[in-house]
RNA sequence: GCCUCAGUGGCGGAAUCGGUAGACGCACAGGACUUAAAAUCCUGCGUGAGUUAAAUCACGUGUCGGUUCAAGUCCGACCUGAGGCACCA
């Protein structure tokens, strides 16, 4: 057992004191490496056992690359603006500065304790008015370029916290903090454009090394569509309204329209008699919360306003309705409806009795050339009493199927499938429930040796009664009347345009996929995206509509009715124009108030009378009293650090050209949407502005696992038992300990339950390889070939592992170079301070302490060179093969390099066990794969 | 409902390109040391059959099917779990 908290307050006092890792940002005679930690929020609860993964991640390749000859950025700092402190101040009146520094002292010694290995010197603080500054300077930037801007929209207010929410702070109509209901509310509100950078935040994720999960919600979240604009005329109003569609091939199934209630033409355009619904039904959903309309959407609601819409490509009267399932805030907050083909409009028609007319028809079966047409029903009869359903069983000659038949000339579909179930079966008391939609059917008629394309109608029956009549068939007709269940149905029934149609007999739902267009004069005959393309060029010709693309992504709201948030730069004049401060006016500091909570639903800087009214260019200004929000802080601070105590600019444009971009950011999923978004436009925006050189800030990103308890849950409030303070694990075990068990747990970004007896394993590596150095007595100046292949080999995984993250394995590799030195008994001077640099990134107090105390060196072991292998050590004379016969390993045999494959083939088959299968049957293959195997095939 | 990821011993987890499934650790069992315990060191450890012991054989990576000489790995369908989005036209 070694002294863990001698060792380690001996180290981490070292480091401080000889400030071993200040970077010297303007060294730029080596390669950089910018290793980049998501900065922590000072709450007042510490740290537990789950925060420190991503650190300690980020820490090791920091270790690693400056032994590697790398100049390593590797800053931390505190993004200190935000709720709690805010609550704090409102509770006790007191200025949330003070219980901000506080929580950051507490936060500070806790990573200082986990012996990361950070520049302190660069430490910088979102709160702190010398950085604020810049983050007001760049909202300026963004004011004066028309990107912040103010504007009158729906918002999502949170009357709990007595503020607006940006999108991605509501979770499920709820506020993200504290699970408050979010209402939908029309103010005026500072926002940012993100959309006008949509494409460019769309665009930049293909070249990024960053998890598909998080580029994939990032695109889900932008949500670019493309579709067309198409112009819909008020018949007998002289107005116009535009749906925004990405089914413009549709068009000629649209029996309906829906506008938003909240859409601005809704009162012009509804007739008089209607007017009372409209208002009611205005009324009712304008006062549902997100959450009551999210919960309430099972069931569509809407009113028919009583005016009517012309279809552009055919002239066709279709009824306008209101509904909220239409919302005023996505596309043109108008659509046209077509039932047929859309999910939404099909529940909604089917409820209003709205008329739904087929455009597109699915195929099915192979289109062959010199085909005949033919237009044919499939007939499908429920017996209600038994659960079953009435079918057809030919054997050999087409297996189970409904009853199916050949329309006659000027016969309906209905007619056809009467006649063809009495003639058939015999039943003839049915009564007709629905006619399905058509589909496109091609097949081959062996008894007739002809290519078929048929339109066949589905057709749902139920049995009224068992009443039959005598069967009329053909001589050639040859099958047995079967009812079965569903369940036999779908294993029993291969015929897809039988099984289609069964399915849409039993299923209310409307028809999605592709397809070939009906009923649509010059798009019939064509697929999904050939009509698409020819509408869009037929609206544009006709000036009808027009292509284009619609973004999900909304402006960004960039103002909270909060105080501890950066002061908007910005005063309004009594004439309502708006002005950024002067420069020379930033920052602008936040004033102190006897009252931080703010009165009836006004910012709480509405207190702040003397602060408040200004006199700008010689005109009296009020200024802006909301905040900004958490996320801009955050927005940008990976870039302060490269010159965090620059005054004239945000930083030095030498230095951010020299160390961005980020080469490996770790954090939490968490922020997958929010900060990562918002931070990748404010860079792009920089980018712009010639401020920066590259357009993505973060090269690799990846997303740490969360630590679950030993039970197996989210550690937090729920269970406190289960939490674990790494302060404790470092008092008990050492730091070392707790980096090494961390690490060794299982892949960074996979979820892990803690578990003490792991602990106790990792403390048991660190006091073996101890011992190693310390007792056994086998550090020599001699060499032992025996070691030369592992050593080479655990030097080669380790540094690879590293590199990609791959902390578990690695580790795994140094237990297995010690259990190999423990068996010997010379350990070569070479591999054992080799070791121990590669040991170092991952326990750094125990190595350092190694490294001085037996090993002998004066210096930190931090910049030491690290450790390289010959790759010549890593080959092996002889290799073993396996010899697999059918497939099964049946031996084993020892080769070496230069044993031909013939001779393989022969060692294999000289095996005794393997001549056991070989003898007497035929060889049929023989696969020879060097150094792995000789595989036999025999019959 | 849609998108993304995952599912391997008693447990955490390993396994480049398809090529000996279960590395490493924990737990457990046996042994050595010890008056004894702890610590340490050594050995064993997927399940079943087989044997004094081996050899050997069968089964085995969520389920079912497919491709292949060969599948944890590739393909198809499904089940379960996690995360995200959700009336986005």
Redesign the pocket.
């Given at each position: 057992?070694y002294d863990h908290i001698e060792i380690e307050n001996k180290w981490k006092k070292y480091w401080e004191d000889n400030k071993t890792f200040k970077t010297d940002v303007w060294d730029f005679s080596k390669p950089k490496f910018y290793a980049l930690d998501m900065f922590p929020y000072p709450s007042g609860v510490a740290l537990h056992a789950g925060h420190p993964f991503g650190y300690v991640a980020t820490d090791i390749v920091s270790r690693m690359k400056r032994m590697q000859g790398y100049n390593v950025l590797h800053p931390i700092g505190f993004d200190s603006f935000g709720l709690p402190a805010e609550q704090f101040a409102i509770k006790t009146g007191k200025h949330p500065n003070g219980f901000t520094e506080a929580n950051m002292k507490t936060m500070r010694l806790q990573l200082k304790t986990l012996g990361l290995s950070y520049d302190w010197d660069r430490e910088i603080s979102t709160h702190d008015p010398k950085y604020y500054k810049w983050t007001q300077w760049i909202f300026k930037k963004m004011y004066e370029d028309g990107l912040a801007k103010q504007i009158n929209m729906p918002v999502n207010w949170c009357e709990e916290l007595g503020t607006v929410l940006a999108?991605?702070e509501v979770?499920?109509g709820k506020s993200e903090r504290g699970g408050y209901p979010v209402v939908r509310k029309n103010m005026k509100q500072w926002v940012i454009d993100i959309p006008k950078y949509a494409e460019k935040l769309l665009s930049g994720l293909n070249d990024l090394d960053w998890?598909?999960?998080t580029k994939?919600?990032q695109r889900?979240?932008i949500?670019k569509?493309i579709?067309a604009l198409v112009d819909f005329k008020v018949d007998n109003f002289n107005e116009t309204f535009t749906?925004?569609?990405?089914?413009?091939d549709t068009l000629f199934g649209a029996t309906y329209c829906?506008l938003?209630p909240e859409h601005e033409l809704v009162d012009k355009i509804t007739t008089e008699d209607k007017k009372e619904d409209v208002r009611k039904y205005k009324e009712e959903s304008s006062k549902k919360t997100d959450l009551e309309?999210?919960e309430?959407?099972k069931e569509?609601?809407g009113v028919f306003i009583g005016s009517y819409a012309i279809n552009p490509v055919n002239g066709k009267k279709i009824p306008i309705w209101i509904?909220?399932?239409?919302?005023?805030?996505?596309?043109?907050?108008?659509?046209?409806?077509?039932p047929a083909h859309?999910?939404?409009?099909y529940?909604f028609a089917k409820k209003f009795n709205i008329e739904i007319i087929q455009v597109l028809e699915e195929v099915t079966g192979t289109p062959h050339e010199g085909e005949t047409h033919k237009d044919s029903i499939v007939a499908v009869v429920y017996d209600k009493k038994n659960d079953k359903y009435l079918t057809i069983n030919w054997k050999e000659n087409g297996g189970r199927l409904f009853v199916g038949g050949t329309r006659k000339e000027n016969e309906s579909a209905l007619d056809c499938a009467l006649r063809e179930i009495k003639e058939e079966t015999g039943y003839d008391d049915l009564e007709f429930v629905k006619e399905t939609f058509k589909i496109n059917h091609h097949y081959y008629a062996y008894n007739k040796d002809k290519y078929f394309e048929i339109e066949s109608t589905g057709l749902l029956f139920n049995l009224k009664s068992d009443h039959k009549v005598a069967q009329n068939l053909d001589d050639d007709e040859n099958f047995i009347v079967e009812w079965v269940n569903k369940d036999q149905i779908e294993s029993e029934v291969k015929d897809e345009l039988h099984l289609k149609t069964f399915n849409y007999c039993i299923n209310e739902e409307a028809m999605i996929g592709d397809g070939i267009h009906i009923n649509s004069e010059f798009l019939n005959g064509l697929n999904k995206q050939d009509a698409i393309d020819k509408m869009i060029e037929f609206l544009e010709k006709n000036n009808l509509g027009k292509k284009k693309i619609?973004y999900?992504l909304r402006e960004w709201i960039f103002a909270r009715q909060r105080y501890w948030g950066e002061p908007i730069p910005i005063v309004e004049f009594e004439d309502g124009t708006t002005k950024a401060l002067d420069d020379k006016d930033l920052p602008l500091v936040l004033p102190e108030l006897d009252d931080y909570k703010g009165k009836n639903g006004n910012p709480p800087l509405e207190n702040a009378e003397d602060w408040k009214y200004v006199t700008i260019d010689g005109k009296k200004a009020k200024r802006e009293t909301s905040t900004m929000p958490g996320s801009a802080g955050s927005s940008w601070y990976f870039l302060r650090y490269i010159d965090p105590n620059n005054d004239n600019e945000l930083a030095n444009k030498q230095l951010l050209d020299y160390w961005m971009p980020v080469d490996l950011y770790v954090g939490g999923?968490?922020h997958?949407?929010g900060h990562l978004l918002y931070a990748r436009m404010w860079n792009n925006y920089l980018y712009d502005k010639g401020i920066l050189s590259i357009k993505e800030p973060f090269k690799r990103l990846v997303h740490q696992g969360m630590l679950l308890g030993a039970n197996g849950v989210?550690m937090g409030k729920r269970f406190p038992e289960y939490v674990i303070n790494p302060n404790d694990i470092a008092k008990k075990f050492g730091t070392d300990t707790f980096r090494l068990y961390e690490m060794?747990?299982?892949?960074l970004?996979?979820?892990?339950?803690w578990?003490d007896?792991?602990v106790?394993?990792?403390r048991?590596?660190l006091?073996?390889v101890y011992?190693l150095y310390t007792q056994e007595n086998k550090i020599s100046d001699s060499e032992n070939p025996n070691l030369d292949k592992i050593y080479n080999q655990t030097v080669k995984k380790v540094t690879e592992d590293y590199e990609n993250l791959?902390f578990?394995?690695a580790?795994?590799?140094l237990?297995?170079f010690?259990?190999a030195v423990?068996?010997e008994d010379i350990f070569p001077r070479k591999y054992a301070e080799g070791f121990i640099k590669l040991l170092n990134p991952v326990s750094p107090y125990i190595t350092e302490e190694l490294w001085n105390k037996v090993l002998g060196y004066d210096n930190t072991i931090s910049y030491e060179s690290w450790p390289t292998y010959d790759e010549s050590k890593l080959k092996d004379e002889t290799y073993?093969?396996?010899v697999?016969i059918?497939?099964?390993?049946?031996?084993?045999i020892e080769v070496s390099m230069d044993t031909t494959e013939e001779e393989m083939k022969k060692l294999a088959k000289n095996i005794d066990?393997v001549k056991?299968?070989i003898d007497g049957k035929e060889i049929?293959?023989e696969?020879v794969?060097p150094k792995?195997?000789v595989?036999i095939?025999v019959k």
């Open positions: 057992m999108n991605d979770i499920d998890p598909e999960s994939e919600m889900n979240w949500g569509s579709g749906v925004f569609t990405t089914r413009c829906v938003s309309r999210t309430l959407n569509k609601t509904s909220d399932y239409v919302l005023a805030s996505y596309g043109t907050g108008a659509i046209m409806a077509v859309d999910s939404r409009d529940e619609n999900r999923p968490e997958a949407v989210k060794f747990m299982g892949p970004e996979a979820e892990k339950p578990s007896s792991g106790e394993g990792a048991k590596f006091d073996r011992r791959g578990n394995t580790i795994s590799q237990m297995i010690v259990n423990y068996k073993q093969m396996v697999q059918n497939g099964k390993v049946r031996g084993k066990n056991n299968y049929i293959k696969v794969v792995k195997l595989s095939v």
